[in-house]
């Protein structure tokens, strides 16, 4: 996806330009409000076949891929469910488990790496589910944090899925026959969450059936939620010092399909998902549980949603899924 650069979209940026503060110096990003947008034409209810999410924890395997579109570096880093038993320590380039996994892509926020996500993300690849990372060639850590950049990556996550499906079909590919392409959901944190929001509004695909957003605002991407109903799990900290969360809020309203939100009244900006801990546990539980339902179809999966994300006192659960 390329834009050419528009008064609105200079304006879009000075507001992302508060997610810089997802690096280590985080900063408090200005309160703003969102574009008044027409009310979203009703859609129908997903349908998603019912089937059974895998019970059993796997082995986690991870490789990397090295993608490019059109000059732009997209090094996607690969965790997926592997052979062997549970709880050992990720192996690179692990034969994968038996099965057909649904796939989740994955966006950071500025300054970060997929890597710094990996308890998550591994914790989503042993409930049954390839996830695919892409580090983003001008928002991810070492790069120059071009926040109006991020406009492009729905078409960079875009680009890595088709990537990452074809490898299904390729012949001597550890995953060949294990990736289930009709059931994908995106994911991101801050400036990720834009871009998974992105790639429900401006820039559709129509591949995805769930989103997660932790942390995220719909600014520069819109909230015209658009295509078939997609479920959304948002997750934002009451505290959160960078994207207020009365903006993550705001977008998580104007979702028109089933939706959740949980929110983390000590939360910050994200913290929790870099290191493991009570609240992570909390929100791996429920996002893996919704990923579940929404990829796999497991109606029990759902019923068990708001109990791991009402656990003790550390989240509250909108629930409207």
């Known amino acids: 996806m390329s834009r050419r650069v528009t008064p609105a979209l200079l304006a879009s940026a000075v507001l992302l330009a508060g997610l810089v503060g997802c690096s280590a110096d985080a900063r408090k990003a200005e309160s703003q409000q969102a574009p008044v947008e027409p009310p979203p034409a009703a859609t129908p209810t997903p349908q998603v076949p019912a089937g059974k999410a895998p019970q059993r924890a796997f082995a986690v395997g991870v490789r990397q891929l090295k993608l490019n579109r059109d000059g732009r570096a ?21 034969t994968a488990a038996e099965g057909r996994f649904p796939v989740v892509m994955f966006s ?7 890597d ?8 989503w690849a042993a409930a049954g589910f390839v996830v695919a990372a892409p580090a983003f060639p001008h928002t991810s850590r070492g790069a120059d944090n071009n926040v109006l950049d991020v406009l492009n990556q729905p078409a960079d996550v875009s680009y890595a899925l088709d990537q990452v499906l074809a490898l299904d079909g390729k012949a001597g590919d550890a995953l060949r026959g294990r990736l289930d392409g009709e059931r994908v959901a995106a994911a991101g944190h801050s400036a990720g969450g834009v871009t998974t929001i992105g790639l429900f509004t401006a820039s559709r695909d129509e591949r995805l059936d769930a989103g997660v957003v932790f942390a995220g605002t719909a600014l520069g991407v819109g909230t015209a939620f658009a295509g078939a109903a997609a479920p959304q799990l948002f997750v934002h900290g009451e505290l959160d010092e ?12 104007k979702v028109p399909w089933p939706k959740a939100m949980l929110s983390l009244p000590k939360g910050d900006h994200g913290r929790a998902l870099l290191s493991d801990g009570a609240t992570l546990r909390v929100v791996s539980d429920t996002s893996v549980e919704f990923l579940r339902w929404s990829l796999y179809g497991d109606p029990d999966a759902k019923k068990r949603i708001s109990t791991d994300a009402t656990r003790g006192d550390i989240a509250t659960f909108d629930d409207h899924l």
Do not use: C, F, I, N
């Not at 592997?82 to 050992?88: E, F, I, L, N, V």
């Not at 950071?108 to 997929?114: E, F, I, S, V």
């Not at 710094?116 to 914790?123: C, F, H, N, Q, S």
């Not at 960078?242 to 309203?253: C, L, N």
């Open 74 to 94: 997209l090094p996607t880093m690969l965790w997926y469910p592997a052979a062997g038993q549970s709880g050992g320590a990720v192996k690179r380039s692990a």
């Open 108 to 114: 950071h926020g500025l300054g970060g790496r997929p």
């Open 116 to 123: 710094d996500y990996a308890t998550l993300l591994t914790r």
């Open 242 to 253: 960078v994207v207020e969360y009365a903006a993550g809020k705001a977008a998580y309203d």
